[in-house]
T-cell receptor
Framework: GNSVTQMEGPVTLSEEAFLTINCTYT??????LFWYVQYPGEGLQLLLK?????DKGSNKGFEATYRKETTSFHLEKGSVQVSDSAVYFC???????????FGKGTTLSVSS | EAGVAQSPRYKIIEKRQSVAFWCNPI?????LYWYQQILGQGPKLLIQ????????DSQLPKDRFSAERLKGVDSTLKIQPAKLEDSAVYLC???????????????FGPGTRLTVL
């Protein structure tokens, strides 16, 4: 079946550190891949997405590349800020118009 | 553009009571989703509507949960009777609908946090 596995948290970093949150997936066919972010007290927001192999999604300094050969979609940011503290969810849709399948989420805490 | 609206934001009930949640999607969005997010886990689909028809309700516990989307716009999700394990955040999301992958993005409401005592 379809599933998403992401690294367990919490991830604790100092401001300006490099961030990687690992995400791997299992899916038949050609899924679309997403990263959603949930800031404290707020709803889920789309951070970035990629719809086909080798696509790179980017937003707010975050990047993730759709790697079909390794079935991965790792989230990276070169220099994190305190305001990036949130829960990050990796997700996929098996095909267009279907529901999202989420990982368990990774809590990121950035200190100054 | 207004986002997805949900109410109430918080609800506390006793087990075996009933509860209902309301969702108003983004205007013009044909597809509406209800997800359940248990503490420490990612959201899981309960039901998906396309306009006012059900597309996927395979994970909806139909003995106690029901949902409807009248006129293809607003939607309500009901639990009757509630159990302790129903304590979770209930998220509503909408998307423009079937089509190219570029319109696949789902937009989420703030959620309703349900506590069952």
């Amino acid at each position: 079946g379809n599933s998403v596995t992401q690294m367990e948290g919490p991830v604790t970093l100092s401001e300006e550190a490099f961030l990687t949150i690992n995400c791997t997936y299992t899916a038949t066919g050609y899924p679309s891949l997403f990263w959603y972010v949930q800031y404290p007290g707020e709803g889920l927001q789309l951070l970035l997405k990629a719809t086909k192999a080798d696509d790179k999604g980017s937003n707010k300094g975050f990047e993730a590349t759709y790697r079909k050969e390794t079935t991965s979609f790792h989230l990276e940011k070169g220099s994190v800020q305190v305001s990036d503290s949130a829960v990050y969810f990796c997700a996929l849709t098996p095909q267009a118009g279907t529901a999202l399948i989420f990982g368990k989420g990774t809590t990121l805490s950035v200190s100054s | 553009e207004a986002g997805v609206a949900q109410s109430p934001r918080y609800k506390i009930i006793e087990k075996r009571q009933s509860v209902a949640f309301w969702c108003n999607p983004i205007s013009g969005h044909a597809t509406l989703y209800w997800y359940q997010q248990i503490l420490g886990q990612g959201p899981k689909l309960l039901i998906q509507f396309q306009n006012n028809g059900v597309v996927d309700d395979s994970q909806l516990p139909k003995d106690r949960f029901s949902a409807e989307r009248l006129k293809g716009v607003d939607s309500t999700l009901k639990i009757q009777p509630a159990k302790l394990e129903d304590s979770a955040v209930y998220l509503c999301a909408s998307s423009p609908g079937y089509g190219s992958r570029g319109t696949d993005t789902q937009y989420f409401g703030p959620g309703t946090r349900l506590t069952v005592l």
